[in-house]
């Protein structure tokens, strides 16, 4: 089994900066793309941030500029940093690990809890 908690959702005001953390644990081998998604009341769940194994990394329009992602293969741990927040960054976010279990399987998707994000004054 493979275990995600996230952490570091809250209130912050508009402008405000928060830092999210999603670990991992279990049986993993190997982890690839790992990722933060977002979804507002009424919407479809959107792409964040994705950082690959190398570091490579890509952020939506929206929060390019102000979000960071970062990851520490050794604690099988991404992380977003959240600077200038919007009220419409407000939205339930989710991690997302592309895990190997094994060597030579397959990667699948593990999905964290999620952590509500809230901006407003």
């Known amino acids: 089994q493979v275990q995600l908690v996230e952490s570091g959702g809250g209130l912050v005001q508009p402008g405000g900066s928060l830092r999210l953390s999603c670990a991992a644990s279990?049986?993993?081998?190997?982890?690839?793309?790992m990722g933060w998604y977002r979804q507002a009341p009424g919407n479809q769940r959107e792409l964040v941030a994705v950082i690959a194994r190398g570091g490579d990394t890509n952020y939506a329009d929206s929060v390019r500029g102000r979000f960071t992602i970062s990851r520490d293969n050794a604690k099988n741990t991404v992380y977003l940093q959240m600077n200038s927040l919007k009220p419409e960054d407000t939205a339930v976010y989710y991690c997302n690990l592309k895990v190997r279990r094994r060597a030579g399987g397959w990667e699948f998707d593990y999905w964290g809890q999620g952590t509500q994000v809230t901006v407003s004054s």
């Open positions: 279990g049986s993993i081998f190997s982890i690839g793309a």
